[in-house]
């Protein structure tokens, strides 16, 4: 038992990278067989949602860490793999999204006889973005962490550009640009790290930046904080974000709210413990995650648009995450470890439901919206439920996690904490008042402009009545919202026990020696002269 419990997590590791890389080969060599190609698609992801609960579940119960070398070459030469509770935590939420978004786009792709949605591209392109985001998350390497940054947003790319309408080309233009200045930035930081400390090594570095120049060191760190920060969409570097994410089709959009910006909140996580322990650079990041709370939300409130105005909430809420790495406080990682998984789940939900909304009435403008718990009383409900647990209401997930962060920042007890307390409570009433308007606006009173006289950018010149619901919204795009639904409102029940992995997860990304022992196998790295 004690054998199969160490070595199953080995073997299962390189799956959620290599997998999805294989079934994207494969169904770009069956670019003519669409129907293999989904069951390709959906069988490889389903593969790694096992894989990847399995792994989390052993290194819970196990040691806690795992790791591989790739290529049988030593952590020191080689590209090490590490399985922690963070990383799989994240693997499983991330898996369970991106098959049910996959699901969703494959039905609206049949239901629009693939119009729009060049499917010999799309498969392989989403799988590759699976495997960036696995790579990204197993990566214990910093420069492998940012190939793996760099194969999900190649993908991201194409994928934000599909269909090639105007507004599409420059948002991802727009996209593209950022994209690379952040890579840039952090491509850089890692050469002037590999010149400083002789190693690219996460463990290895966790050592040897203790013993360089104090002022390198933050030099160091505050340039892959500003590469991360841009990816994680951070304020100040936020602003592409509201501009790019409304402009794809609505699977994209909810697969990059959900799992794009918190690749870069997990870098943030894994660096701030295992590379830059306790650095000076936290009060820094208290104040950036105040301002991305307010600012963010702020900038929500303002808008009329349920697209941008989700797109603005998923910045806002990203302060949060931060709030939480910024106190380096056990309390404070577990509610950030914990609020991430909750977020995922619950932005990528909204952002499903939304395209259903979008496909039933043409259009996210809360001036042509209306009625809509009267014409499609299952949307409203789809709506309302993970809208309520974004904003924080009890008992839902949401709450809890935000009572979390708040508890550890008063256990801090630092004027500037009781500050990121106060922002954090702001910004769930103004979260609550934006979910409220949208509510009200579009799904309960009638809608302020006739959609007859006023044709949207869709080209609809009407609202759908109820009995075309079931027609213009099919079967299989509803039953996946439903399911991430559910498994949002599964994550209250489970809180408890999600709850303890995090702690688990926060305590050993504070000790850092479980994941220095486990990679280096005890070996302690000399230090670079």
């Known amino acids: 038992m004690t054998d199969w419990a160490t070595e199953w997590p080995r073997v299962l590791l390189p799956l959620p990278v290599v997998l999805p890389l294989f079934a994207a080969g494969l169904t770009l060599a069956l670019a003519r067989r669409p129907r293999a190609q989904r069951t390709i698609s959906v069988t490889a992801l389903s593969i790694v949602v096992i894989?990847?609960?399995?792994?989390?579940?052993?290194?819970?119960?196990?040691?806690?860490?795992?790791?591989?070398?790739?290529?049988g070459w030593p952590a020191r030469l080689g590209i090490p793999l590490v399985a922690d509770r963070l990383s799989t935590l994240m693997l499983v939420v991330s898996s369970v999204v991106t098959l049910a978004v996959l699901v969703y786009s494959l039905a609206q792709g049949v239901a629009d006889g693939e119009e729009g949605t060049p499917v010999s591209i799309y498969h392989p392109t989403y799988l590759v973005l699976s495997a960036g985001v696995s790579n990204a998350f197993l990566s214990g390497d910093l420069f492998n962490l940012y190939v793996g940054f760099e194969i999900l947003l190649a993908a991201s790319y194409i994928l934000l550009t599909l269909g090639g309408t105007k507004a599409?080309?420059?948002?991802?233009?727009?996209?593209?640009?950022?994209?690379?200045?952040?890579?840039?930035?952090?491509?850089?930081?890692?050469?002037?790290?590999?010149?400083?400390?002789?190693?690219v090594n996460m463990a290895e570095l966790s050592v040897r930046l203790q013993e360089i120049d104090p002022d390198v060191r933050l030099v160091l760190h505050l340039l892959l904080l500003v590469g991360f920060g841009i990816k994680a969409a951070v304020f100040p570097l936020s602003a592409w974000l509201p501009d790019s994410y409304p402009t794809a089709p609505a699977p994209v959009t909810a697969v990059f709210a959900g799992l794009l910006t918190k690749v870069g909140v997990y870098a943030i996580i894994r660096t701030e413990t295992l590379l830059f322990p306790g650095s000076e650079a936290n009060t820094l990041l208290m104040w950036v995650a105040l301002a991305t709370m307010v600012v963010g939300i702020l900038g929500a409130v303002a808008q009329n648009d349920v697209k941008r105005l989700l797109s603005f909430t998923?910045?806002?809420?990203?302060?949060?995450?931060?709030?939480g790495i910024a106190l380096g406080t056990t309390a404070g990682l577990s509610g950030a470890v914990f609020y991430v998984a909750h977020h995922i789940t619950v932005q990528t939900t909204l952002f499903l439901v939304t395209g259903l909304v979008e496909r039933h009435s043409g259009s996210t403008s809360l001036d042509s919206l209306g009625a809509m718990a009267k014409k499609a009383p299952l949307l409203a409900v789809l709506f309302f439920v993970p809208a309520m647990n974004l904003a924080g209401i009890p008992p839902f997930s949401g709450f809890l996690g935000k009572l979390g962060l708040l508890q550890a920042g008063v256990d801090v007890g630092t004027p500037l904490a009781y500050g990121l307390v106060a922002g954090g409570v702001v910004t769930s009433l103004l979260t609550l008042y934006a979910i409220a308007k949208v509510w009200n606006r579009a799904f309960w009173q009638e809608p302020l402009v006739d959609p007859d006289d006023n044709p949207d950018d869709a080209g609809n010149t009407g609202l759908a009545t109820a009995t075309e619901v079931g027609v213009r919204t099919p079967v299989g795009m509803l039953v996946p919202t439903a399911a991430l639904v559910l498994v949002g409102v599964g994550i209250t029940f489970v809180a408890g026990p999600l709850f303890g992995i995090s702690d688990r997860a926060a305590r050993d990304l504070l000790d850092r020696t479980p994941y220095t022992s486990t990679v280096l196998h005890d070996r302690v790295p000399e230090v670079a002269e």
């Open 314 to 323: 998923l910045v806002s809420h990203i302060g949060y995450m931060v709030f």
């Open 51 to 71: 894989a990847s609960i399995t792994m989390l579940v052993l290194t819970d119960r196990g040691t806690g860490t795992y790791s591989i070398d790739v290529g």
């Open 168 to 199: 599409r080309v420059r948002a991802g233009t727009t996209y593209v640009v950022v994209s690379l200045l952040s890579s840039m930035v952090f491509l850089t930081a890692i050469a002037l790290v590999y010149m400083a400390t002789g190693t």
